[in-house]
């Protein structure tokens, strides 16, 4: 599935419970994991044959760690994934500024998420 027709069907669960989501679609939503904004044409599958990578380590949980004993630092990837957030596009927009949404940026295939940091470690104090 695309995550656009993954955003689609939560949609529809969704607006069983909430009246405000029933007027939007899915391209008034945004699926963001590990920091980044997943565009709705990519489907899970391509994350699975790429072996996707985000700031953290692999983007889904398939297996694709680096092997730490090999790097001989314990730090360099983490076992867990978090769950991936939904929000509305009005809200990032209105809220881009803000943590945790003034992390977010879109995914890009081809970029090395190598040097990502939580906090800079060399900023002054």
Same mark, same amino acid.
């Given at each position: 599935?695309?995550?656009?027709?993954?955003?689609?069907?939560?949609?529809?669960?969704?607006?069983?419970?909430?009246?405000?989501?029933?007027?939007?679609?899915?391209?008034?939503?945004?699926?963001?994991?590990?920091?980044? #904004?997943?565009?709705?044409?990519?489907?899970?599958?391509?994350? #699975?044959?790429?072996?996707?990578?985000?700031?953290?380590?692999?983007?889904?949980?398939? &297996?694709?760690? &680096? &092997?730490?004993?090999?790097?001989?630092?314990?730090?360099?990837?983490?076992?867990?994934?978090?769950?991936?957030?939904?929000?509305?596009?009005?809200?990032?927009?209105?809220?881009?500024?803000?943590?945790?949404?003034?992390?977010?940026?879109?995914?890009?295939?081809?970029?090395?998420?190598?040097?990502?940091?939580?906090?800079?470690?060399?900023?002054?104090?």
């Amino acid at each position: 599935n695309s995550v656009y027709q993954f955003l689609q069907r939560g949609l529809e669960i969704l607006r069983k419970e909430f009246n405000e989501l029933r007027s939007i679609s899915a391209d008034h939503l945004m699926y963001i994991k590990e920091d980044l #904004i997943i565009p709705h044409h990519y489907t899970f599958y391509d994350f #699975i044959v790429n072996k996707a990578r985000g700031k953290s380590g692999p983007l889904f949980h398939f &297996d694709v760690r &680096d &092997d730490v004993r090999l790097v001989s630092d314990a730090s360099v990837e983490k076992e867990e994934s978090h769950a991936g957030k939904v929000v509305m596009r009005t809200w990032y927009e209105r809220n881009k500024h803000i943590f945790p949404a003034s992390r977010w940026e879109p995914y890009d295939p081809q970029k090395n998420y190598d040097k990502y940091t939580v906090k800079d470690k060399n900023k002054k104090k």
